[in-house]
């Protein structure tokens, strides 16, 4: 594959990868209760996570998060988006799965870096949900049945539930305290309305 049609296909990507995402986000301003942490499930809860990292990420870069809807910049503005979205350059992880297809990600950008943050170790992250992800395509493959396929990959398939646990506990701490300062900052835009009208 060539490097332009590689590079314009990604934010394309950027968008099937986060506008799941921006639907999750705003639920989590409505459906959680205070001090129980967000009413999402637990994929819902990392989506959210994710999606809240890689905006604040991309925001402190001077870039706008993706959006269903947005209009595209130039070429060159959506290149730049996705690079530092997706990172840029050779990507640094690598796995080849028993079908034949490689699966390629960076180590850089915020994605990887929200990555990081919710899995603690991303490049472990990336082997064990790679491959599991990948057990029904493999099954069939090997016309062989799942079951087999998943015993033959117990332990990613236990990293992967050891990893995404991890994951949960720090989305939902991440989004519970995002919650919290957001209630307090409007309760203080409430009091500072009413400090106004009582003058």
């Known amino acids: 594959m060539t490097r332009r049609p590689r590079r314009r296909a990604r934010p394309l990507l950027a968008l099937t990868v986060l506008c799941p995402l921006s639907l999750v986000g705003l639920l989590v ?3 959680a209760a205070p001090g129980h942490g967000p009413a999402l499930s637990p994929d819902d809860t990392v989506k959210a996570a994710t999606q809240f990292l890689t905006d604040r990420c991309l925001t402190a870069q001077g870039l706008a998060p993706p959006r269903p809807g947005r209009r595209p910049g130039t070429q060159a503005q959506e290149e730049h988006l996705a690079d530092a979205l997706f990172g840029a350059g050779r990507t640094e992880l690598s796995l080849k799965l028993p079908t034949g297809y490689s699966v390629r990600a960076h180590t850089d950008g915020c994605l990887a ?3 990081r943050a919710l899995y603690g170790d991303q490049r472990r ?4 949900s790679t491959v599991v992800n990948n057990l029904k395509p493999e099954a069939a493959y090997r016309k062989t049945s799942l079951a087999s396929v998943r015993a033959g990959h117990r332990t990613e398939v236990a990293d992967w539930q050891r990893l995404r646990e991890h994951a ?5 701490d ?3 305290r995002q919650q919290r300062q957001q ?4 309760q203080k835009q409430q009091q ?3 400090q106004k009208e009582a003058q």
């Open 29 to 31: 301003t409505g459906c």
């Open 113 to 115: 870096s929200a990555q």
């Open 125 to 128: 992250w990336f082997q064990v």
């Open 168 to 172: 949960l506990t720090r989305a939902t």
């Open 174 to 176: 991440l989004l519970t």
């Open 183 to 186: 209630q307090e900052q409007q």
């Open 192 to 194: 500072q309305h009413q």
